[in-house]
């Protein structure tokens, strides 16, 4: 073979070498690059950021029920990242839903119909979280039937909610006139009223629980009268439930955060259910996140009807109570019966 031709060889070899390993690379990059691709994918499932939840609750059953939820939200074992604040007053929690400040609020029923209404639709209804905690409790007088409270005085609370409506409906069913037959105080807070009870200046009151409770635990003479659950039940014969409480959810937020929004909703249930499983244990809570006392809060839960109800169960419960209520005072529910808008489906 010549110089030349051997040359030729040579660099003939050469080249097929240099593709042979260029082909091996080739080969190889796509290993590399599905490693990559697996080793980012696994560390995007770990480093995930959880969806901030702003959640506004009320000091009472509403709260009660949450207790779970905040306590595993503190040890970061929440699915996401939930932060409580809490509200004394009804109005004080439609303020800062509507104005963005929280994404979900504890509200009474009639309250988020109303909202519904005001806002023309922003606002949802994704479950029911009580139904009937008020009772008569008296200090000083004798009352064993509605009929006793002709000629009486009552101190109430939560005037323009379901307190207030829901305690004229009865005396209503019961032959009595709100506006002449019974005088009825109301003030701010349920709070107030039951420092009235416990000093002795109000003979009469409607109270909820846990108030009830702190009642009957801070003053020998306090009595539990009649329950409004029961009364309301005689009142509309059976044609309907007393439903208290509820969580309204922004619906921009139930849009832009379905998934997180239904995360949220299976812990508290869960919170739920463990709070009625676990009366004492929640009450050490209770007294950690809400500033109750644990032992009131023990006592009071078992009475509190926390009870968890979304979609067709929570609509199918609340339209005969909206009812009532509307024939009761149109503006209890915002003017107008609430259409299906109101209630979230998963």
Known sequence: MTFTKRISAFVLAA???????????????????AASTVSASASSVVTAEKTTVKVGTLKGPTGLGMVKMMSDAEQKKAAEDYQFTMDTQPTAAVAKLT???????????NLAAALYQKTAGKVQMIAINTLGVLSIVTNGESVTSIADLK?????????GSVPEYAYNYILKQNGLNPDKDVKTIYEPEHSAVLAKVLAGEAKIAVLPEPFVTQALVK??????????????????KGGSVLSMGCLLVRKEFAEKHKDALDKFLEEYKASMEYTNANAAQAGKLAQKYLSMPAAVATKAIPNCSITYMDGSEMKEKLQPFFKVLYQENPKSVGGKLPDDGLYYQK
Not at 15 to 33: E, K, Q
Not at 99 to 109: C, F, K, N, Q, Y
């Open 99 to 109: 104005s963005g400040e929280v994404d979900i609020a504890g509200l009474p029923t």
């Open 151 to 159: 000629g009486k005085t009552v101190y109430n609370s939560g005037k």
């Open 219 to 236: 003053c020998k003479t306090a009595k539990l009268a009649l329950n409004l659950t029961t009364e309301w039940n005689k009142a509309s």
């Open 15 to 33: 080249v097929l070498a240099l593709s042979a390993a260029g082909c091996g690379n080739s080969s190889a990059a796509p290993a590399s690059s």
